[in-house]
């Protein structure tokens, strides 16, 4: 926030310089304004990012060799323990709602803030509280939690580790995650602009609204499952105890009952994000709007019966595992319904490979990896030989970094110029893209194969047969890196110090945010606008509008927006 | 102190031109299914631990008082009538007529809390806590009837505290004429969480005292 | 549903008998509850606990639509209700196809 510079925009003043009831660090923190809390949450949520990243460097460090190479099995169980929670409840998940989401849809959808902008404001204490308690657990005595981020029954009542403070952080980011879905609902719901209806809103919109039904509905039960275990811990009640009667399965159950949902939490908004950019960036109208809307709804409403699948080799009945397999399945056409859609968007389009394209076709490549690893995990004959192997690791690793991931790349390079007012260099932001895309490549691709071979997850040592894939693997890690340092400080610095742009439409966009100032003011609209048409209406590359230009040129003139 | 502007976050003058009650009304009915399951997930608990354990629940449930249960009940139901007749006084602009309604609430409420007290109180005097000896006596299935029992209840008293909170702030609101005949939805919010306070006892009553 | 100005509260749809309804409400509350105690007493088996919890939803449908006026609020609110209860019901099948079919189970 202290390098916010003052940007006058045509004589307009920014949010970033709105005077409001306080100045300097409390005229942020303080904030009620969705823009700043977007910019608050995108501080710490890189933060905690790079710790993760600090954290899986160590983890391929410690890989790289069979047997101790830097740290003792104890310190490896924690440091992918926290390197799981981090990414997982402060990067992953809070990622692209909390940060694009609170500063683009009021925009977005032609209002002024969202429905409750004080819950938005506690939403972001919540977040930062719960990054704080995870990364203090690491520091108190008795050591950060070892159990896996999915903290297992029976493990986790009985270690000695910090399982409660990184708990009861998980908790709270989980309320900060129910608070943002519940303004996020109300907000679509109650203050669209007049003549916005639901099918004249952004594709981002209904991604986010999509998200914040799961948000809503399935946060909550792992809120209680965290605290069950808190209780057992503390109080001994006996829910879930093997020794006093529980039933540990019954806690996997529990567990996943949010935790698959929550993957989709993370996958949807970045879908949305990509149903963004590629009109855009192929100067196209996107192909199936109906068809992409009610598939996030699809894909949060099938997500939410498939989260047994996790469970395929704990010994749950036949039936249960073949009700299981069969949704896993089905929940993997909706997201195939938008890969077709987003390449039928491209055919024909004029296709400019800005960075944020770039991230958007990395997206669509990564994702259907993961997601196509993922139907074959969802076969159970398969998930019998590559459950808890490395297999596993790669899948969820090309979902969440190379789709989720990668789509908050791709909105930061899309939608920070607009926010800060500055750009980036678009050339070292294409160089940083290629270390990112060759490193990921490079450093999970491997996994895939010594996972189909045998190599379990979370093991600290391994077989020499594995040496060659964990040396490629952790080689990988180091060019994604080097891939990352380049991109977010090619990011930072322009938005420090790079040239300033004021134009309100930086990338041709038709959608809202590319309407009002850059950066926006505080109230993003002088009048609230009203909406004639769609988000998507471009007219190049369109039939109608090339014969419209045709007629035009002949002398038929013809009125075209 | 200044008047609490209707949530909007916005300067006064402009937080009265746009309020919008059924978005705070939204806002609410969203957080209870929060709170739907978050009990949701106690129930699944329930569910397939009585149903691996019938016989266990049975005689386990028989430390348990129907008569207080019901009578308990009784009051929770009785506080949700009070609740809803405290809403209809004010759109009347019956102001002291609605804040005796909340006040019996409360008052309910805490009769309930006094009767659950007394409850918790007879089972630990008679050992029956967790971790304590006779607890580690009884047989699996037992120990988790009571733990369930523990933990589903206490934690629903901790949301009835929380609703006499909640309302006591709301009377506060109504003397004050915050809440008023024509701006009463903080008090129409106050009532969805107590209703549904109420609905997760109506649920916990037979499972817990009625299954002997 | 898509206003922005100031929401006049609803008006009372039964304002010359606006409690009336709720205390009949309630009476149907208490007898439903001892109806419930009642046939908790008698040994139907399964059927009591199936007995049981449709009563209890029959008390909460009336605490819905008639205490939280769930009847006079807009379609959005009674769509939602009914998201949630499906989830809740779906996620409880679910859970059962696992649990109700255990061939070997030892508990």
Same mark, same amino acid.
């Given at each position: 926030m202290s390098q916010a510079a003052v940007i006058h925009t045509n004589g307009h003043t920014s949010y970033l310089e709105h005077k409001g009831k306080y100045s300097g660090l409390k005229s942020w923190i303080f904030s009620t304004d969705h823009k700043r809390i977007g910019i608050l949450y995108l501080t710490g949520l890189l933060t905690f990012y790079a710790v993760g990243v600090v954290f899986g460097f160590l983890i391929r460090l410690e890989l790289i060799a069979p047997g101790r190479t830097i740290m003792d099995a104890q310190t490896y169980n924690s440091i992918f323990t926290l390197h799981g929670v981090i990414m997982i409840f402060l990067f992953v998940i809070p990622g692209l709602p909390a940060v694009f989401g609170n500063?683009?849809?009021?925009?977005?959808?032609?209002?002024?803030?969202?429905?409750?902008?004080?819950?938005?404001?506690?939403?972001?204490?919540?977040?930062?509280?719960? !990054?704080?308690?995870?990364?203090?657990?690491?520091?108190?005595?008795?050591?950060?939690?070892?159990?896996?981020?999915?903290?297992?029954?029976?493990?986790?009542i009985r270690t000695g580790t910090n399982v409660?403070?990184?708990?009861?952080?998980?908790?709270?980011?989980? @309320?900060?995650?129910?608070?943002?879905?519940?303004?996020?609902?109300?907000?679509?719901?109650?203050?669209?602009?007049?003549g916005m209806g639901w099918f004249k809103m952004p594709l981002f919109s209904w991604a986010l609204y999509a998200t914040a039904w799961i948000q809503i509905l399935a946060t909550p039960i792992i809120g209680i499952t965290l605290l069950l275990i808190i209780v057992e811990r503390?109080?001994?009640?006996?829910?879930?105890? =093997?020794?006093? !009667?529980?039933?540990?399965?019954?806690?996997?159950?529990?567990?996943?009952?949010?935790?698959? =949902?929550?993957?989709?939490?993370?996958?949807?908004?970045?879908?949305?994000?990509? *149903?963004?950019?590629?009109?855009?960036?192929?100067?196209?109208?996107?192909?199936?709007?109906?068809?992409?809307? @009610?598939? *996030?709804?699809?894909?949060?409403?099938?997500?939410?019966?498939?989260?047994?699948?996790? &469970?395929?080799?704990?010994?749950?009945?036949?039936?249960?595992? @073949?009700?299981?397999?069969?949704?896993?399945?089905?929940?993997?056409?909706p997201s195939a319904i938008k890969v077709f859609n987003w390449t039928a968007t491209l055919y024909k389009g004029s296709i400019q490979l800005d960075p944020p394209m770039l991230y958007a076709l990395a997206f669509i490549f990564l994702f259907s990896i993961g997601g196509l690893t993922g139907v074959m995990q969802g076969a159970l004959s398969v998930d019998i030989?590559?459950?808890?192997?490395?297999?596993?690791?790669?899948?969820?690793?090309?979902?969440?970094?190379?789709?989720?991931?990668?789509?908050?790349?791709?909105?930061?390079?899309?939608?920070? =110029?607009? &926010?800060? !007012?500055?750009?980036?260099?678009?050339?070292?932001?294409?160089?940083?893209?290629?270390?990112?895309?060759?490193?990921?490549?490079?450093?999970? @691709?491997?996994?895939?194969?010594?996972?189909?071979?045998?190599?379990?997850?979370?093991?600290?040592?391994?077989?020499?047969?594995y040496t060659i894939y964990h040396q490629i693997s952790t080689v990988g890690s180091w060019i994604l890196i080097l891939g990352l340092i380049i991109m977010f400080t090619n990011l930072i610095r322009g938005m420090r110090k790079g040239p300033k742009v004021t134009e309100k439409n930086i990338w041709g966009g038709e959608t809202l945010e590319w309407q009002i100032e850059t950066p926006p003011t505080h109230e993003n609209f002088a009048e609230i606008p009203v909406i004639t048409e769609g988000p998507y209406e471009y007219k190049q590359n369109e039939p109608e509008y090339e014969e419209a230009v045709s007629h035009e040129e002949n002398g038929k003139g013809k009125e075209f927006k | 102190m200044?008047?609490?502007?209707?949530?909007?976050?916005?300067?006064?003058h402009e937080a009265h031109a746009h309020r919008d009650d059924i978005a705070s009304r939204m806002g609410m009915w969203l957080f209870l299914f929060t709170e739907l399951l978050l009990f949701g997930g106690l129930f699944f608990l329930y569910s397939v631990y009585r149903y691996e354990n019938k016989e266990a629940f049975h005689d386990a449930a028989r430390e348990l008082d129907t008569l207080i249960g019901a009578f308990n009940t009784a009051i929770l139901l009785t506080s949700s009538l009070t609740m809803a007749l405290s809403i209809a006084a004010?759109?009347?602009?019956?102001?002291?007529?609605?804040?005796?309604?909340?006040?019996?609430?409360?008052?309910?409420?805490?009769?309930?809390?006094?009767?659950?007290?007394?409850?918790?109180?007879?089972?630990?005097?008679?050992?029956?806590?967790?971790?304590?000896?006779?607890?580690?006596?009884?047989?699996?299935?037992?120990?988790?009837?009571?733990?369930?029992?523990?933990?589903?209840?206490?934690?629903?008293?901790?949301?009835?505290?929380?609703?006499?909170?909640?309302?006591?702030?709301?009377?506060?609101?109504?003397?004050?004429?915050?809440?008023?005949?024509?701006?009463?939805?903080?008090?129409?919010?106050?009532?969805l969480y107590w209703h549904l306070v109420d609905i997760i006892w109506i649920f916990l009553f037979p499972l817990f005292y009625l299954i002997t | 549903m898509n206003e922005q100005h100031t929401q006049h509260p609803h008006e009372s749809k039964e304002d010359g008998h606006g409690y009336g309804i709720y205390i009949l409400v309630w009476l149907g509350l208490l007898t439903l509850t001892g109806i419930t105690v009642a046939v908790a007493g008698?040994?139907?088996?399964?059927?009591?606990?199936?007995?049981?919890?449709?009563?209890?939803?029959?008390?909460?449908?009336?605490?819905?639509?008639?205490?939280?006026?769930?009847?006079?609020?807009?379609?959005?609110?009674?769509?939602?209700v009914i998201v949630a209860l499906f989830f809740v019901i779906i996620s409880f099948v679910l859970l059962f196809s696992d649990y109700s079919f255990i061939q070997d189970s030892d508990v």
């Open positions: 500063f683009f849809l009021p925009i977005m959808i032609g209002a002024k803030d969202v429905a409750f902008p004080r819950l938005n404001l506690l939403s972001w204490w919540l977040y930062i509280t719960g !990054g704080l308690l995870a990364i203090i657990s690491i520091l108190l005595p008795g050591g950060p939690a070892d159990t896996g981020w999915t903290f297992y029954i029976p493990y986790s409660l403070f990184t708990m009861f952080a998980a908790f709270l980011l989980g @309320f900060s995650s129910i608070l943002t879905g519940l303004n996020f609902i109300t907000t679509i719901h109650r203050m669209r602009a007049p503390v109080l001994g009640v006996g829910l879930f105890d =093997p020794a006093l !009667g529980g039933d540990p399965i019954l806690y996997q159950h529990l567990f996943w009952i949010y935790s698959h =949902p929550a993957v989709y939490i993370m996958i949807v908004p970045a879908m949305g994000v990509v *149903s963004e950019i590629i009109p855009v960036f192929a100067r196209r109208t996107i192909f199936g709007y109906k068809f992409i809307a @009610f598939s *996030s709804i699809g894909i949060a409403l099938f997500g939410s019966l498939v989260w047994a699948h996790h &469970m395929f080799a704990v010994g749950m009945s036949d039936t249960g595992q @073949f009700v299981f397999s069969l949704l896993t399945f089905l929940v993997a056409i030989h590559i459950t808890d192997t490395a297999f596993i690791v790669a899948h969820f690793h090309y979902v969440m970094f190379g789709g989720t991931g990668v789509g908050i790349f791709a909105a930061l390079h899309y939608w920070m =110029p607009k &926010m800060f !007012g500055r750009m980036y260099n678009k050339k070292v932001a294409k160089v940083a893209f290629w270390f990112f895309f060759i490193g990921f490549n490079t450093l999970y @691709f491997p996994m895939f194969v010594m996972g189909w071979l045998g190599m379990p997850r979370r093991y600290y040592d391994y077989l020499p047969e | 200044s008047i609490p502007a209707p949530f909007t976050g916005k300067t006064e004010i759109q009347k602009n019956k102001k002291m007529l609605s804040v005796v309604f909340q006040m019996i609430t409360v008052a309910l409420g805490l009769g309930f809390m006094i009767n659950k007290y007394f409850e918790w109180s007879l089972k630990i005097s008679h050992g029956l806590y967790p971790k304590s000896e006779v607890m580690l006596s009884l047989d699996h299935g037992e120990i988790i009837f009571f733990g369930l029992y523990y933990v589903m209840t206490g934690l629903h008293g901790l949301h009835v505290l929380v609703g006499m909170v909640l309302i006591s702030v709301m009377t506060n609101f109504t003397l004050k004429n915050i809440i008023n005949r024509d701006n009463y939805v903080k008090l129409e919010a106050a009532g | 008698i040994n139907l088996g399964g059927l009591t606990v199936a007995t049981a919890l449709i009563i209890a939803s029959i008390k909460s449908y009336l605490v819905l639509t008639i205490f939280m006026h769930l009847r006079v609020e807009q379609t959005a609110f009674k769509v939602f």
